[in-house]
Nanobody
Framework: QVQLVESGGGLVQAGGSLRLSCAASGRTFSSYNMGWFRQAPGKEREFVASVSWTGGSTLYADSVKGRFTISRDNAKNTVYLRMNSLKAEDTAVYYC?????????????????WGQGTQVTVSS
């Protein structure tokens, strides 16, 4: 099992940047593909980005491609989401999740473990 704790959310102006972190407990973090998802008020949870267990493969939602970067540091049991050029529509609760299957996926149901989420609010 793995337990996930997100941090780094907050209030930022449109055009600004934030870096989210997700710290994982457990000795097998490096064997999980990791993903970031988000959920805005009144909307379903949606895929943002994912990274393979080696960090060598990534996937992005079209809405964030070119603005967000997912990365991981297996030595620190942490996955990151760097968010640049933020827009009001990026406002949501952001969740990290772990998937023990292959290949990396954007399908929410493939992820077995979830954090509690961190709020990101972008003011326009």
């Amino acid at each position: 099992q793995v337990q996930l704790v997100e941090s780094g959310g907050g209030l930022v102006q449109a055009g600004g940047s934030l870096r989210l972190s997700c710290a994982a407990s457990g000795r097998t973090f490096s064997s999980y593909n990791m993903g970031w998802f988000r959920q805005a008020p009144g909307k379903e949870r949606e895929f943002v980005a994912s990274v393979s267990w080696t960090g060598g493969s990534t996937l992005y939602a079209d809405s964030v491609k070119g603005r967000f970067t997912i990365s991981r540091d297996n030595a620190k049991n942490t996955v990151y989401l760097r968010m640049n050029s933020l827009k009001a529509e990026d406002t949501a609760v952001y969740y990290c999740a772990a998937d023990e299957n292959w290949p990396i996926t954007q399908r929410l149901r493939e992820y077995s473990y979830w954090g509690q989420g961190t709020q990101v609010t972008v003011s326009s």
